[in-house]
């Protein structure tokens, strides 16, 4: 989502004139943007902030920090970053700008963070290869106890549908061939009568678009309609996200997740039984507060039982002002154990199950380059793979995968 608004805020300023460049030296004006998803991402900002001090004094340059830290510590930035001159909530960047005219013209320090459900109807980033992130909607509703997100991007807002299909054609006609639409939780999209599974079945009618993905799922809203839409439509890819942040019940009813061990592993099921092929990716939270070790064991034996295709595995970050973080946490060793622990398990199952493709073909677009002269794209499973050779980005070919260096398929185009 960060990388969606970051080609918002860039296609706003190029429509008024501003230009890229591609050395901080040559730039009038720098804009950072922020996450504040976990505590690491907020500490690596605010060094990096801090870093650009020397920058900002040079006469006539304006410094902007944007985004979800942006609105969550927007009065420590004010006062402790003297230098930061633009300070933009998630919803403020329409009118940027303006903002930028205005320091300027008048030598203000700016900062707007409200919340107003904006979804920036009307903007169409211009693409930057062969795939894009079109989101959705912003915001949320569900208050996973854990979880700043609503507090700093707001309620779920959903966008006009016809905007969203007007985006993507424009994409298309560029030569984009694989389409992730974004969201919170994108399951929960409604928009005039239409939901997620319609909003799908009308992306697979635009002519053209090769590949169409969606992130993320929450598992309480990953309904039937939905899977059986992405079972009919080859251009929708058969991929899931679906986070599960535990496999214990009780941490589960603590972070507010709405689903229990048992419906999240049925859900799983069902996906495999409509779905054979479906590649299942998740999220795991380890060491959430009063996890014992009885209960962190209970999510390595979900993850032994999905085998999921891969896995983001965090240690809990306290969030301030989320229900959470009242809650007394564990000790940082035993969390970093635990931690590792789960990692070392989950990647042994991501080798055996990427050992498992040698000798099996996929579909595979390229995306981008690899390392000495090699080509590197997707199969439909979102499973990157390289072959060794030179290959045209943007096109498609059938890959046989031959071996595996370190946990990456490596492949080769079938002999004619």
Not at 102 to 114: F, G, M, Q, S, Y
Not at 120 to 146: E, L
Not at 255 to 269: A, G, P
Request: glycine share 6%; hydrophobic share 35%; with cysteine.
């Amino acid at each position: 989502m960060n990388k969606a608004d970051s080609s918002i805020i860039t296609q706003i300023l190029q429509e008024h004139g501003y230009e890229i460049v591609g050395d901080p030296n040559y730039a009038d004006i720098f804009i950072v943007n922020t996450c504040s998803v976990r505590a690491h991402a907020e500490a690596r900002a605010l060094g990096y902030i801090s870093t650009m001090k020397p920058w900002r004094n040079k006469d006539g340059r304006i410094l902007a920090v944007v985004g979800c830290m942006a609105k969550r510590l927007e009065n420590r930035l004010f006062e402790e970053f003297h230098f930061v001159d633009l300070i933009l909530g998630p919803d403020s960047y329409r009118t940027i700008d303006e903002y930028v005219k205005e320091i300027v013209d008048k030598k203000n320090r700016i900062i707007e963070t409200a919340l107003h459900e904006e979804t920036y109807c009307g903007i169409h980033p211009k693409p930057n290869g062969v795939a894009s992130f079109v989101p959705i909607m912003r915001g949320c509703n569900n208050f996973c106890s854990y979880c700043v997100v609503p507090f700093v991007r707001g309620h779920a807002a959903s966008r006009n549908f016809q905007d969203i299909v007007k985006e993507i054609e424009d994409l298309v006609d560029s030569g984009v061939k694989d389409i992730t639409l974004l969201g919170q939780n994108v399951n929960e999209y409604s928009y005039q009568g239409t939901d997620f599974a319609d909003l799908l079945k009308i992306c697979t009618q635009i002519p053209g678009l090769f590949r169409l993905r969606f992130l993320t799922s929450h598992p309480k809203d990953l309904s039937d309609k939905i899977i059986e839409t992405i079972h009919i439509h080859r251009n929708i890819c058969e991929w899931f996200h679906l986070p599960l942040q535990s496999g214990c019940n009780r941490i589960l009813e603590l972070m507010n997740r709405r689903y229990t061990k048992e419906s999240y592993l049925r859900l799983i099921e069902k996906i495999r039984q409509v779905i054979p092929e479906a590649s299942i990716t998740t999220d795991v939270i380890v060491g959430f507060p009063t996890e014992t070790e009885e209960e962190f064991l209970e999510t390595i034996s979900v993850l032994d039982k999905v085998k999921f295709d891969d896995a983001y595995m965090y240690c809990y970050s306290p969030r301030e002002g989320t229900k959470a973080f009242q809650y007394e946490s564990a000790p940082e060793a035993v969390i970093k154990k635990r931690l590792q622990t789960l990692i070392d398990f989950q990647n042994k199952i991501v080798l055996d199950k990427t050992k498992a493709m040698i000798g099996k073909k996929f579909e595979v677009l390229f995306e981008t380059r690899a390392r000495n002269k090699g080509s590197r794209g997707k199969t439909r499973g979102n499973k990157d793979v390289v072959v060794e050779k030179d290959i045209e980005l943007g096109s498609v070919h059938e890959v046989i995968i031959k071996k595996i260096i370190g946990k990456t398929p490596v492949g080769e185009l079938p002999k004619p």
